[in-house]
């Protein structure tokens, strides 16, 4: 009876020889971006469809093969800001946009990126949903496949996890999507690729608009199941805020730059956060990053919210395909105000953007509100398409 040790050996070997293969596959693919020397062939995987949904592991792996002492770190919000400008005084400058990221992810990939660098200086680029303790993280974010844990310490199998989707059936299925979805012509993944931030001309932006906006309030200002934002602890985990408390500790203990600009989102995002009933949260939560600028000395606050000449662009109407110069839409601006931005740090002349002090704070909020007030009465349109959407999704507007 050696039948059976025979079939049993062949079978091993066919099972090798097919791991061997999908590994194979796998690795010169590389649908996710984490293998470093994998061939880039044109017309086989340079184009990454698959890549924007496995975000967060092409990220952990993407920063550190480049060497910087800049980090741009953010939620998608970050694609906007350019990462060549004189203001950064340095060409080593990355950006680690991660798309709906919260303080933790913030705080994790921020930690990642400094073991691997020498990191002088960062700026990173809040949005006021990251600090929502309702909003966890994605699917997608993995602490395994970053090189220290929340307390710094090494995590020596993270260059294992990493790299275990080459012999993964799920990476094998990617694969395949990418070689079957590379269009000639299209450019190529890099480091400035913006995974979150890619134009789609196949929706009218008023479209695109209404539907963010319902997102906004459904998923990201008002996660389900909760419907709450808090950035106070829930259920005994640290705050939203200790995180990002710690990130600042960090970078002034070795002596990093750190500077924070409040996105510079469209009027309407700032409507559906009053629509949600969380100004009075979101100015706390300005209030909280001042106070913790006074705290640390390498740190710095800047506003570009609010209702400047930029944020009261007009929202192309029903019917209108045409795009707007400072947007992608009401959360995502563009690369040309982004620069606009940077500009304003640098010191030059630009309609919006404050550096926050504890002097210029409440007088400053005390404008926004009055914005608030004049671009509900200005932007009707744009002020019923929320009070809309929020009715519908049971939220009352009354008090609003």
Do not use: C
């Amino acid at each position: 009876m050696k039948i059976y040790p025979r079939y049993l050996r062949r079978l091993t070997l066919l099972s090798i020889a097919i791991l061997a293969a999908i590994s194979a596959i796998n690795w010169g693919i590389d649908p996710y971006m984490v293998h470093k020397n994998s061939p880039k062939i044109m017309g086989l995987n340079i184009q990454k469809p698959v890549l924007s949904r496995n975000a967060r592991l092409y990220l952990a792996s993407d920063v550190i093969n480049h060497a910087f002492e800049v980090l741009v770190l953010g939620a998608s919000t970050a694609e906007g800001l350019p990462t060549q400008h004189p203001y950064y005084a340095s060409s080593e400058v990355y950006r680690l946009a991660i798309g709906g990221a919260n303080s933790y992810e913030l705080l994790r990939y921020y930690q990642h990126a400094f073991a691997n660098n020498n990191i002088k200086y960062v700026v990173a680029v809040l949005n006021f949903y990251s600090f929502n303790a309702y909003r966890t993280p994605t699917t997608d974010f993995r602490e395994d496949i970053l090189d220290v844990d929340i307390h710094g310490q090494p995590n020596p199998m993270a260059p294992l996890r990493r790299l275990s989707n080459v012999v993964s059936i799920d990476t094998f299925r990617d694969a395949i999507k990418t070689v079957v979805a590379q269009e000639d012509g299209r450019p190529s993944v890099n480091r400035d690729t913006k995974l979150f931030q890619r134009e789609d001309n196949s929706q009218e932006l008023y479209t695109v608009f209404n539907n963010i906006d319902r997102h906004q309030l459904d998923r990201v200002l008002l996660p389900q199941p909760n419907r709450k934002f808090s950035l106070d602890q829930v259920e005994g985990a640290p705050s939203p805020f200790d995180y990002f408390r710690m990130l600042a500790k960090h970078a002034e203990e070795h002596g990093i730059k750190l500077d924070v600009i409040i996105s510079p989102s469209h009027a309407r995002s700032l409507g559906i956060i009053n629509a949600a009933g969380l100004w009075p949260t979101f100015e706390a939560w300005k209030r909280d990053l001042t106070d913790l600028s006074t705290q640390h000395k390498n740190m710095n606050v800047w506003d570009f919210s609010g209702f400047h000449e930029y944020a009261l662009s007009d929202v192309p109407g029903p019917g209108d395909p045409s795009r707007m110069t400072w947007y992608r839409d009401q959360i995502h601006f563009s690369d040309a105000l982004g620069k606009k931005v940077l500009n304003r740090m640098a010191g030059q002349k630009e309609p919006f953007g404050l550096l926050l002090t504890q002097d210029n704070l409440e007088p400053h909020l005390q404008r926004q509100r009055v914005g608030l007030a004049n671009w509900k009465a200005a932007f009707k349109r744009d002020s019923d398409d929320i009070d809309r959407i929020a009715r519908k999704q049971g939220i009352h507007l009354e008090n609003k």
